[in-house]
């Protein structure tokens, strides 16, 4: 499908993240009724290390000149599945949801052959008031494979000194200028998520470089946990949801053989103590409900609840080893793949 006469497209800059979020920001209002993306998130998109600013995103534009919509492909790690975001303003930007998806698919079709992969799974995410864009979905060969939760818990009246963790367990913040520590941190993620079935791995050079690309790092809110003088456990916080006054854990793990033993609720605990101590009002997170550790018993149990559900479709797309133009389908294959994020996007 092509755009409209006189609607354009154009690759973004940093320049443009005041009018990205605004089409982000009454997106989300349509969805939500209320704003769940920052201009930091925006920046932290278009800086990606994964993400070629030349090739991988998109604007729409109206014939006034106005940016009414926005589209980009993240979370690749130059492996099999990434996903595709595609944000337009639900009164001026509907003509471009379907084109820039288009593209968008074609470009992940490009990246497969990139990447020396004979297809990609892609994966998108909706929420439930989104019809309009569940269809268009639909109507592109995705089928719906999964919910997740965005969770939140308020924090009034939680401690800036956290409680004392499980007996033999020691929590304490992470080492920034300690390599060896934070080998050890993205040791600990890895094989920690390798248990469930949606997880694909990033090499330490690839976590660690999305790092290095945040806009900011709290490390201060990042933990470790300790069973004697071995870690067995880490928190990853994100400044994502500062612009909504909220402390995010954007991962949690502990090996396997530490579960149950009050690890990860420790290690909230003390995240919690420690966004309190600075002020913020909520602590929220992502979890996949799909998960078979089921981590939201956990979450639950240290008062956190469900804000909104999210829903994630799928399809896949074979590799395109040739020259296709801007607008190019991608063919459709059927996909079985059942993958783990460790946590999803807001949106």
Excluded at 17 to 36: F, K, M, N, Q, W
Excluded at 175 to 181: L, S
């Amino acid at each position: 499908m092509s755009l409209p006469p006189g609607w354009s497209v154009r690759r973004p800059a940093i320049e443009d993240v005041p009018a990205i979020l605004a089409v982000v920001h009454a997106s989300d209002i349509a969805a939500l009724g209320h704003p769940d993306f920052s201009a930091d998130d925006v920046r932290e998109v278009l800086t990606a290390p994964d993400l070629d600013l030349d090739r991988d995103t998109w604007l729409a534009v109206d014939p006034a000149g106005e940016v009414r919509g926005w589209s980009y492909l993240e979370d690749s790690q130059r492996g099999p599945r990434e996903t595709v975001e595609v944000y337009v303003h639900p009164e001026h930007g509907l003509p471009a949801q379907v084109p820039l998806l288009a593209r968008q698919l074609a470009r992940s079709a490009q990246r497969a052959a990139e990447f020396g992969l004979p297809a990609m799974t892609v994966r998108a995410i909706a929420l439930p008031a989104e019809e309009r864009w569940i269809g268009v979905l639909r109507d592109a060969g995705f089928e719906f494979v999964k919910r997740y939760a965005r969770m939140r818990r308020p924090l009034a009246g939680v401690a800036a000194e956290p409680p004392a963790p499980p007996p033999g367990v020691r929590i304490r913040p992470v080492r920034p200028d300690d390599e060896a520590e934070l080998r050890t941190f993205h040791r600990i993620l890895d094989t920690a998520f390798r248990d469930t079935p949606d997880y694909q791995p990033a090499s330490y050079q690839q976590w660690w470089a999305q790092v290095r690309a945040l806009p900011s790092v709290a490390w201060d809110e990042w933990f470790v946990a300790e069973c004697g003088a071995e870690p067995v456990g880490i928190l990853q916080s994100a400044d994502q949801t500062l612009d909504q006054n909220e402390g995010w854990v954007k991962q949690l793990a502990v090996l396997r053989e530490h579960r149950r033993r009050g690890v990860a609720g420790a290690l909230l605990a003390h995240a919690f103590a420690r966004y309190a101590g600075k002020g913020r009002e909520y602590a929220g997170l992502g979890v996949d409900l799909s998960n078979p550790t089921g981590p939201v018993r956990l979450y639950e149990s240290v008062g956190m609840t469900p804000l909104y559900e999210g829903l994630v479709f799928e399809r896949g797309v074979d590799a395109d080893r040739g020259q296709p133009g801007p607008e190019g389908q991608a063919s459709t294959r059927s996909s079985t793949t059942s993958a783990r994020s460790s946590e999803a996007r807001t949106r």
